[in-house]
């Protein structure tokens, strides 16, 4: 079977550098891992990277493209993206910063509702499902491979390397998290940054154009 390599590592390092690159997800990634530590960091990561399947999905098998050319579902999934996102920003609002820190009295967050937070925020994202569309077609790599199985290839390649970076930033973040739960006015500091990532990637989504 014809496999263009050259094509391959070219995407791979395409995709390191887009995950290496500062954005929503490996902000909310390294702000979980801070205020949380790193093994709810990683099930964020777990969360995020399932969803990336969900989008090779709909871009292998044409869906994208329904969501490109209709603006009436667009709009719909944008609001329920956004709508999610300010919620969650509400929610740290009214926690009180200090008990988020102290992981004594603090009811914490399981790793499943962590990784149904991270799954959810990609899945309702339309952004991504049109950048899988607009990426992947650039990247196929074979004459005789059928065009899905190429795009599930990507797709998992794609995973591979965001659970490497995103990985790195979990655990990186979450070797610091224990002296950052000590102090009291960082912890006011990391509520904040929660509440404006929360509502600015809500409003990223809310007001993208296809």
């Known amino acids: 079977m014809d496999i263009n390599y050259d094509i391959l590592y070219t995407f791979i390092i395409a995709s390191s550098a887009l995950a290496i690159s500062p954005g929503p997800d490996n902000i909310f990634v390294l702000m979980q891992s801070m205020v949380n530590g790193k093994k709810y960091g990683l099930a964020v990561v777990g969360g995020l990277m399932s969803g990336c399947f969900v989008h090779t999905t709909l871009v292998a098998f044409g869906v994208s493209v329904l969501i490109q050319q209709s603006d ?3 709009f719909i999934i944008k609001l329920f993206g956004a709508g999610y996102l300010f919620f969650l920003a509400f929610k740290v609002f009214k926690s ?5 820190l102290s992981g004594e009295t ?3 967050k399981s790793f499943g509702q962590l990784y149904r937070q991270g799954f959810i925020m ?3 994202n339309p952004k991504v499902s049109i950048f899988f569309l607009a990426f992947f077609p ?3 790599f074979s004459e005789m491979m059928s065009s899905i199985t190429q795009f599930y290839v990507l797709g998992t390649l794609f995973v591979i390397v965001g659970i490497i970076v995103f990985g790195l930033i979990a655990i990186l973040a979450g070797a610091i998290s224990e002296y950052l739960k000590k102090n ?6 990391l509520k904040w940054l929660q509440i404006i990532v929360f509502i600015g990637i809500g409003f990223f989504i809310l007001f993208s154009e296809k």
Do not use: S
């Open 184 to 189: 009291a006015k960082i912890g006011v500091v």
């Open 72 to 74: 009436t579902l667009f």
């Open 106 to 108: 603090v009811e914490k």
């Open 122 to 124: 990609n899945v309702l």
């Open 96 to 100: 009180d910063a200090a008990i988020q």
């Open 138 to 140: 650039g990247f196929l």
